[in-house]
T-cell receptor
């Protein structure tokens, strides 16, 4: 069965530290990959997405993610985090199976940035 | 920027009562979805809707759930007889194409007491 794993459940960083959140998926076919962010008390917002082409995708707010097909990974990165990046981050994979789409979320990584 | 709007933002209901959660997707979007997030848990897919019918549903979406697009703008989720375990944040989402990233609404927090 398809699955999405986010291994870091809680991450605490100081401002200006670099961030990398892991995301691995299990599916051998064509996938579209997404990162969403959920700020406290708010709804999910799309950070970035990968469909095809350059595996290094740049999103909003200085985030980027790299698709490594051989590792089934789509890790989220930011060179220097800010206090306002405190939020929960969800990786999501859209996979096709027999013409239907499945959209699966990871369990989320809760990031806390200390001022 | 266009938004998906959901009402109400909070709903408290007694166990066994029916609730209707409302969503107004982005006007030129064709695909509509409901997800839920039980507190502290991951976001779970409930149902997708296209061309006025359900295109996919999860095992969570049993007979107590139904969806409707009654008037071409609203997209509703009805829970017929609520249970305590239905307490969750319910998110509506829409997309223009099936492969697009979704635009999510701000959610309805449902509390069943």
């Amino acid at each position: 069965a398809q699955s999405v794993s986010q291994h870091n459940h809680h991450v605490i960083l100081s401002e200006a530290a670099s961030l990398e959140l892991g995301c691995n998926y299990s599916y051998g076919g064509t996938v579209n990959l997404f990162w969403y962010v959920q700020y406290p008390g708010q709804h999910l917002q799309l950070l970035l997405k990968y469909f095809s082409g350059d595996p290094l995708v740049k999103g909003i707010k200085g985030f980027e993610a790299e698709f490594i097909k051989s590792k089934f990974s789509f890790n989220l990165r930011k060179p220097s985090v800010q206090w306002s990046d405190t939020a929960e981050y969800f990786c999501a994979v859209k996979a096709t199976t027999s013409g239907t789409y499945k959209y699966i979320f990871g369990t989320g990584t809760r990031l806390k940035v200390l001022a | 920027e266009p938004e998906v709007t959901q009402t109400p933002s909070h709903q408290v209901t007694q166990m066994g009562q029916e609730v209707i959660l409302r969503c107004v997707p982005i006007s030129n979007h064709l695909y509509f979805y409901w997800y839920r997030q039980i507190l502290g848990q991951k976001v779970e897919f409930l149902v997708s809707f296209y061309n006025n019918e359900i295109s996919e549903k999860s095992e969570i979406f049993d007979d107590q759930f139904s969806v409707e697009r009654p008037d071409g703008s609203n997209f509703t989720l009805k829970i017929r007889s609520t249970k305590l375990e239905d307490s969750a944040m319910y998110f509506c989402a829409s997309s223009r194409e099936q492969v697009d990233g979704y635009t999510f609404g701000s959610g309805t927090r449902l509390t069943v007491v």
